[in-house]
């Protein structure tokens, strides 16, 4: 357990910003977050976002976060500027595909000098809202050209694509699961997989460990962002907070799989202004005690027959003396 790497969004630290700095005028800076997060006991990393976190010299960037005792985990990339708005790698303008694909790769290259090996791409807003608005064939393959140009272009870098159902576009490009694999399949590099969002998973009317499953059966799960949710949206719910036993088979499976990186927390306390350091703890508490139960899952004899009969009433009586004891 002491060598697990527990990390979180950086966003989330501008919550209930005016309790924290009480003399704050307007946002808190990302050095600000940096700091209050190195707060929270427990938490190894961050991740950031490109290129919206980058506000300072990334020396500067790396002392700060070296100070807070942590590390970056990864970078995400966020394109969120105005030319970006009906998408970025499926553009219809191809200077615009060719834009966000260069910004992508400077990305890859500052989270180089953080000393991060991860690049995600959260794709959300490559995709339709319209019947009669999309080459649908067009679209797929630029989405998926421009993937493998980004995965090819640092081939030391593991690239993530994470998906999501749909918002801000009411239909992605990347839905689900299996589009997911079939873009890595066609993509055809070697650095490239997955990142499973838990409550995206869970809007995506998925079960999370038959998803991460299916990732281990045809790809790799590179990240994992663990959160919660009701299944209506993306709620970012904390960990285990709505669905314990999902969460508990998701973390049991990908452990099963091999899952070696960072448990990272994509959560929000920021929705509702909670204590954010709390909340990471929280996080990091609860996953901490699911993984112990995966201990008891990973031999359980039992559990494993009861399985392999599809025998669902033995299998819940095995993981309630588990999950429930006393």
């Keep these: 357990m002491s060598e697990l790497k527990f990390a979180t969004r950086l966003n989330s630290f501008a919550s209930g910003a005016h309790r ?45 976060i070296e100070d807070a005792g942590l590390a970056v985990n990864g970078m995400q990339m966020r394109w969120d500027a105005p030319q970006f708005k009906i998408g970025a790698f499926t553009h219809p303008d191809a200077a615009v595909r060719r834009e ?25 807003q490559d995709g339709f809202d319209y019947c009669f608005q999309a080459d649908y064939k067009k679209m797929w393959e630029d989405a998926v050209s421009a993937v493998r140009e980004v995965a090819e272009y640092a081939p030391d870098i593991d690239v993530s694509i994470e998906y999501k159902p749909n918002e ?3 239909y992605s490009i990347f839905p689900n699961v299996t589009t997911c694999l079939l873009a890595v399949e066609e ?53 285990g ?16 799989d091999g899952y070696q990186g960072a448990y990272y927390f994509d959560t929000f306390p920021d929705a509702s202004g909670l204590d954010p350091v709390r909340e990471a703890e929280t996080n990091i508490a609860t996953v901490t005690r699911l993984l112990k139960l995966c201990d008891q899952l990973h031999d359980n004899a039992a559990l ?13 009586q095995i993981v309630n003396d588990i999950m429930l004891a006393r």
């Design 20 to 64: 924290y700095w009480p003399d704050l005028q307007g946002k808190p800076s990302v050095l600000q977050m940096i700091a209050r997060a190195g707060t929270v006991k427990g938490l190894t990393h961050l991740d950031l976002n490109y290129p919206q976190h980058i506000t300072q010299d990334i020396p500067s960037m790396r002392q700060a």
């Design 100 to 124: 966000a694909i260069e910004l992508t790769k400077r990305g890859i290259d500052a989270g180089r000098e953080f000393g991060a090996s991860l690049m995600t791409l959260w794709m959300g």
């Design 168 to 170: 801000p576009r009411a």
């Design 187 to 239: 993509a055809g590099s070697p650095n490239l997989g997955i990142t499973l969002d838990f409550a995206h998973v869970l809007f995506a009317n998925e079960i999370p460990a038959w998803a991460a499953a299916m990732v281990a059966r045809r790809s790799r799960l590179l990240g994992l962002d663990l959160n919660d949710g009701w299944g209506k949206r993306d709620d970012g719910l904390m960990a």
């Design 241 to 256: 907070s709505v669905n314990p036993r999902a969460t508990l088979e998701f973390l049991w499976q990908m452990q099963r």
């Design 304 to 316: 494993h027959d009861a399985i392999s009969r599809q025998d669902a009433v033995s299998s819940q």
